[in-house]
Protein backbone atom coordinates (compact mmCIF):
# COMPACT_ATOMS: atom_id res chain seq x y z
CA UNK A 1 0.00 0.00 0.00
CA UNK A 2 0.74 3.64 -0.31
CA UNK A 3 3.39 4.85 2.38
CA UNK A 4 3.40 8.86 3.41
CA UNK A 5 6.22 9.32 6.06
CA UNK A 6 7.37 12.83 7.78
CA UNK A 7 10.27 13.96 9.47
CA UNK A 8 10.54 14.91 12.52
CA UNK A 9 8.00 12.91 14.31
CA UNK A 10 8.46 15.25 17.05
CA UNK A 11 10.05 18.92 17.46
CA UNK A 12 10.38 20.75 20.42
CA UNK A 13 11.45 24.11 19.04
CA UNK A 14 11.60 27.83 21.07
CA UNK A 15 8.84 30.67 20.98
CA UNK A 16 10.33 32.67 17.82
CA UNK A 17 11.85 30.24 15.87
CA UNK A 18 10.42 28.42 12.99
CA UNK A 19 10.12 25.25 12.69
CA UNK A 20 9.91 23.08 9.02
CA UNK A 21 8.13 19.70 8.89
CA UNK A 22 8.63 17.42 5.78
CA UNK A 23 6.24 14.97 3.88
CA UNK A 24 6.82 12.38 1.58
CA UNK A 25 4.84 10.37 -0.23
CA UNK A 26 7.27 7.04 -0.25
CA UNK A 27 6.56 4.54 -3.26
CA UNK A 28 4.04 6.94 -5.18
CA UNK A 29 4.05 10.43 -6.94
CA UNK A 30 1.40 12.60 -4.99
CA UNK A 31 0.38 15.50 -7.02
CA UNK A 32 -2.00 16.76 -4.37
CA UNK A 33 -0.81 16.83 -0.47
CA UNK A 34 -2.92 17.99 2.46
CA UNK A 35 -2.05 19.29 5.56
CA UNK A 36 -3.98 18.96 9.11
CA UNK A 37 -3.57 20.10 12.68
CA UNK A 38 -4.93 18.80 15.82
CA UNK A 39 -4.71 19.64 19.37
CA UNK A 40 -5.41 17.38 22.01
CA UNK A 41 -9.12 15.50 22.31
CA UNK A 42 -9.99 17.26 19.28
CA UNK A 43 -10.40 16.31 15.56
CA UNK A 44 -8.34 16.85 12.56
CA UNK A 45 -8.57 20.08 11.46
CA UNK A 46 -7.69 20.67 7.53
CA UNK A 47 -5.66 23.59 7.02
CA UNK A 48 -4.47 23.67 3.50
CA UNK A 49 -4.06 21.82 -0.04
CA UNK A 50 -1.47 21.79 -2.16
CA UNK A 51 -0.64 20.85 -5.29
CA UNK A 52 2.69 20.14 -6.61
CA UNK A 53 3.88 23.26 -8.39
CA UNK A 54 1.47 25.67 -7.50
CA UNK A 55 0.50 27.84 -4.44
CA UNK A 56 -0.93 26.00 -1.46
CA UNK A 57 -4.86 26.80 -1.34
CA UNK A 58 -5.44 27.74 2.23
CA UNK A 59 -8.76 26.79 4.66
CA UNK A 60 -10.44 29.76 6.02
CA UNK A 61 -9.04 31.40 8.97
CA UNK A 62 -5.62 29.60 8.52
CA UNK A 63 -2.79 32.37 8.12
CA UNK A 64 -0.86 31.42 4.81
CA UNK A 65 2.29 33.41 6.11
CA UNK A 66 2.41 31.53 9.26
CA UNK A 67 2.03 28.60 7.93
CA UNK A 68 4.45 28.07 4.77
CA UNK A 69 3.50 25.20 2.43
CA UNK A 70 6.03 24.20 -0.54
CA UNK A 71 5.26 21.13 -2.93
CA UNK A 72 8.27 21.71 -4.60
CA UNK A 73 8.32 18.19 -5.71
CA UNK A 74 5.84 15.11 -6.66
CA UNK A 75 6.97 13.40 -3.61
CA UNK A 76 8.21 16.39 -1.00
CA UNK A 77 5.89 18.95 1.06
CA UNK A 78 7.03 20.70 3.13
CA UNK A 79 5.18 22.91 6.39
CA UNK A 80 6.94 25.61 7.96
CA UNK A 81 5.97 27.40 11.06
CA UNK A 82 7.43 30.64 11.06
CA UNK A 83 7.96 32.14 14.54
CA UNK A 84 6.30 29.76 16.41
CA UNK A 85 4.35 30.41 19.97
CA UNK A 86 3.27 28.00 22.07
CA UNK A 87 -0.25 28.50 21.16
CA UNK A 88 1.05 26.37 17.86
CA UNK A 89 2.09 23.49 19.52
CA UNK A 90 0.05 20.80 17.96
CA UNK A 91 0.03 17.43 16.40
CA UNK A 92 0.37 17.74 12.22
CA UNK A 93 -0.50 15.46 10.16
CA UNK A 94 0.06 15.22 6.08
CA UNK A 95 -1.57 13.35 3.77
CA UNK A 96 -1.25 13.16 0.17
CA UNK A 97 -2.87 11.07 -3.37
CA UNK A 98 -1.35 10.51 -6.21
CA UNK A 99 -3.14 11.48 -9.79
CA UNK A 100 -5.09 8.18 -10.58
CA UNK A 101 -5.73 7.44 -7.01
CA UNK A 102 -9.04 8.20 -5.29
CA UNK A 103 -7.50 7.76 -2.22
CA UNK A 104 -5.48 9.67 0.47
CA UNK A 105 -2.83 8.25 2.24
CA UNK A 106 -1.95 9.68 5.98
CA UNK A 107 1.45 10.38 7.81
CA UNK A 108 1.84 9.37 11.10
CA UNK A 109 1.97 12.99 12.11
CA UNK A 110 4.54 15.33 13.68
CA UNK A 111 4.17 16.43 17.27
CA UNK A 112 5.86 19.99 17.75
CA UNK A 113 5.93 21.79 20.87
CA UNK A 114 6.63 25.38 21.18
CA UNK A 115 8.40 26.18 24.52
CA UNK B 1 -19.50 17.15 1.30
CA UNK B 2 -22.11 16.34 3.63
CA UNK B 3 -21.68 16.37 7.26
CA UNK B 4 -21.85 13.06 9.44
CA UNK B 5 -23.03 12.29 12.80
CA UNK B 6 -21.29 10.46 15.18
CA UNK B 7 -22.03 9.51 18.69
CA UNK B 8 -18.97 11.06 20.86
CA UNK B 9 -17.96 7.77 23.04
CA UNK B 10 -18.87 4.15 22.92
CA UNK B 11 -17.48 0.76 25.02
CA UNK B 12 -16.93 -2.38 23.80
CA UNK B 13 -16.32 -5.61 25.88
CA UNK B 14 -13.13 -7.27 24.02
CA UNK B 15 -14.18 -10.01 22.29
CA UNK B 16 -17.66 -8.66 20.99
CA UNK B 17 -18.65 -7.16 17.97
CA UNK B 18 -18.48 -3.24 18.53
CA UNK B 19 -21.08 -1.60 16.42
CA UNK B 20 -19.92 2.43 15.66
CA UNK B 21 -23.21 4.05 13.94
CA UNK B 22 -23.23 7.18 11.62
CA UNK B 23 -25.97 9.45 10.39
CA UNK B 24 -25.32 11.29 6.49
CA UNK B 25 -28.71 12.45 6.02
CA UNK B 26 -27.49 14.99 3.66
CA UNK B 27 -25.58 12.75 1.24
CA UNK B 28 -25.97 13.06 -2.35
CA UNK B 29 -25.76 10.31 -4.55
CA UNK B 30 -22.34 10.25 -5.60
CA UNK B 31 -20.42 10.34 -2.38
CA UNK B 32 -18.97 7.98 -0.48
CA UNK B 33 -18.50 6.89 3.00
CA UNK B 34 -15.30 5.80 4.37
CA UNK B 35 -14.57 5.41 7.89
CA UNK B 36 -11.29 6.24 9.53
CA UNK B 37 -9.81 5.57 12.71
CA UNK B 38 -6.78 7.52 14.52
CA UNK B 39 -5.15 5.52 17.24
CA UNK B 40 -3.54 7.79 19.84
CA UNK B 41 -1.04 10.03 18.38
CA UNK B 42 -0.85 8.31 15.14
CA UNK B 43 -2.23 9.40 11.85
CA UNK B 44 -5.74 7.92 10.65
CA UNK B 45 -5.84 4.62 9.40
CA UNK B 46 -8.41 3.80 6.36
CA UNK B 47 -11.02 1.35 7.17
CA UNK B 48 -13.02 0.83 4.68
CA UNK B 49 -15.17 2.64 2.42
CA UNK B 50 -19.06 2.08 0.01
CA UNK B 51 -21.24 3.66 -1.91
CA UNK B 52 -24.42 1.52 -1.89
CA UNK B 53 -23.79 -1.90 -1.08
CA UNK B 54 -22.80 -3.66 1.94
CA UNK B 55 -19.04 -4.05 1.77
CA UNK B 56 -16.19 -6.19 4.17
CA UNK B 57 -12.78 -6.26 4.43
CA UNK B 58 -10.46 -8.16 6.61
CA UNK B 59 -11.02 -5.40 9.53
CA UNK B 60 -14.52 -4.54 9.47
CA UNK B 61 -18.21 -4.67 7.64
CA UNK B 62 -19.52 -1.31 6.50
CA UNK B 63 -23.52 -1.91 6.50
CA UNK B 64 -25.26 1.15 4.65
CA UNK B 65 -29.01 1.45 4.94
CA UNK B 66 -31.17 1.38 1.40
CA UNK B 67 -31.57 5.59 1.77
CA UNK B 68 -27.90 5.98 2.10
CA UNK B 69 -28.89 8.30 5.20
CA UNK B 70 -26.74 6.27 7.77
CA UNK B 71 -24.02 3.62 8.22
CA UNK B 72 -23.24 1.36 11.09
CA UNK B 73 -19.53 0.10 11.06
CA UNK B 74 -18.95 -3.05 12.61
CA UNK B 75 -16.12 -4.53 14.01
CA UNK B 76 -16.76 -8.64 14.61
CA UNK B 77 -14.47 -9.41 17.51
CA UNK B 78 -12.87 -6.37 19.04
CA UNK B 79 -9.98 -6.28 20.76
CA UNK B 80 -8.11 -3.70 23.10
CA UNK B 81 -5.83 -2.43 19.78
CA UNK B 82 -9.07 -1.45 18.26
CA UNK B 83 -9.36 1.42 21.15
CA UNK B 84 -9.18 4.86 18.83
CA UNK B 85 -11.38 7.61 17.51
CA UNK B 86 -13.33 6.44 14.83
CA UNK B 87 -14.22 8.87 12.12
CA UNK B 88 -17.12 8.78 9.36
CA UNK B 89 -16.31 10.74 6.70
CA UNK B 90 -18.50 11.60 3.24
CA UNK B 91 -17.15 12.27 0.28
CA UNK B 92 -16.54 12.21 -3.39
CA UNK B 93 -14.52 9.96 -4.71
CA UNK B 94 -12.75 10.79 -8.07
CA UNK B 95 -9.59 9.91 -9.69
CA UNK B 96 -9.24 13.65 -10.96
CA UNK B 97 -9.19 14.72 -7.55
CA UNK B 98 -10.89 18.05 -6.28
CA UNK B 99 -11.44 16.30 -3.33
CA UNK B 100 -10.69 16.80 0.42
CA UNK B 101 -11.20 14.92 3.63
CA UNK B 102 -13.35 17.04 6.27
CA UNK B 103 -13.14 15.07 9.76
CA UNK B 104 -16.20 15.37 12.33
CA UNK B 105 -15.46 14.27 16.04
CA UNK B 106 -15.49 11.00 15.49
CA UNK B 107 -16.64 8.58 18.00
CA UNK B 108 -14.24 7.29 20.30
CA UNK B 109 -14.39 3.67 21.39
CA UNK B 110 -13.13 2.15 24.26
CA UNK B 111 -12.14 -1.94 24.05
CA UNK B 112 -12.41 -3.19 28.00
CA UNK B 113 -11.18 -6.63 29.06
Known amino acids: GAVVSQHPSWVICKSGTSVKIECRSL??????MFWYRQFPKKSLMLMAT?????????EQGVEKDKFLINHASLTLSTLTVTSAHPEDSSFYIC???????????FGPGTRLTVT | DAKTTQPPSMDCAEGRAANLPCNHS???????VYWYRQIHSQGPQYIIH???NNETNEMASLIITEDRKSSTLILPHATLRDTAVYYC??????????????FGAGTRLFVKA
Open chain 1, 95 to 105: SARAPTHYEQY
Open chain 1, 27 to 32: DFQATT
Open chain 1, 50 to 58: SNEGSKATY
Open chain 2, 26 to 32: TISGNEY
Open chain 2, 50 to 52: GLK
Open chain 2, 89 to 102: IVRYRRSTGGFKTI
